[in-house]
């Protein structure tokens, strides 16, 4: 990969990464929720993150947007990925294009280093493998065509069987990963 653009697999929580934006596996309603939602939503000020999130209203499955990241980080970005319904509904394409638009976002903001939960995989029922897949290979395809560019991409995950099967599709797709 060109830059100086990392892609990295952690066991530590999403709400403790210390990267500058933390990406939010929202609902296209952009309520608190349960999950890494719920927890993003806690650490950053339920309230006040929720009054941001009402402003903006409504985000398309497959799309982010973003918000200050209040008492947790610099910005938060929520990203809505797919109910998974079996593959048949653009659902591969719609996790994918959530962290493409949410490393557009980030690159729009300056901001030069994130953590992603893997979206999608936990309530919204997408198989770990093609979350996986989907995940790294839009990382993957973002910082070859942004080559002028260079961000910290971290996923924050605290099972460790999740881990290495992250990082046995990174190595399928040829993608280095620092391990922290």
């Given at each position: ?110 901001i030069?280093?994130?953590a ?14 093609g979350?996986w ?48």
């Open positions: 990969m060109a830059n100086n653009s990392t892609v990295e697999i952690r066991k530590v929580g999403i709400t403790n990464t210390g990267a500058k934006c933390v990406v939010n596996a929202a609902n296209s309603s952009l309520k608190e929720g349960g999950g890494v939602c719920g927890v993003i939503f806690l650490a950053a000020g339920a309230t006040e993150l929720q009054k941001a999130c009402d402003e903006i209203g409504h985000c398309d499955t497959g799309s982010a947007v973003i918000t200050p990241g209040y008492h947790l980080c610099d910005y938060i970005i929520h990203a809505v990925g797919p109910m998974y319904m079996g593959g048949k509904r653009n659902e591969p394409e719609q996790l994918y294009s959530c962290y493409i638009n949410s490393l557009d976002l980030a690159k729009e903001n300056g030069k280093s994130i992603f939960p893997l979206i999608s995989s936990g309530i919204f029922g997408y198989p770990k493998e979350a897949r989907q995940a790294l290979q839009a990382c993957k395809d973002w910082i070859e065509k942004n080559d002028d560019y260079s961000i910290a991409i971290g996923f924050a995950i605290i099972d460790k069987d999740l881990i290495d099967l992250g990082l046995k599709i990174a190595d399928e797709l040829g993608i280095t990963i620092s391990r922290g």
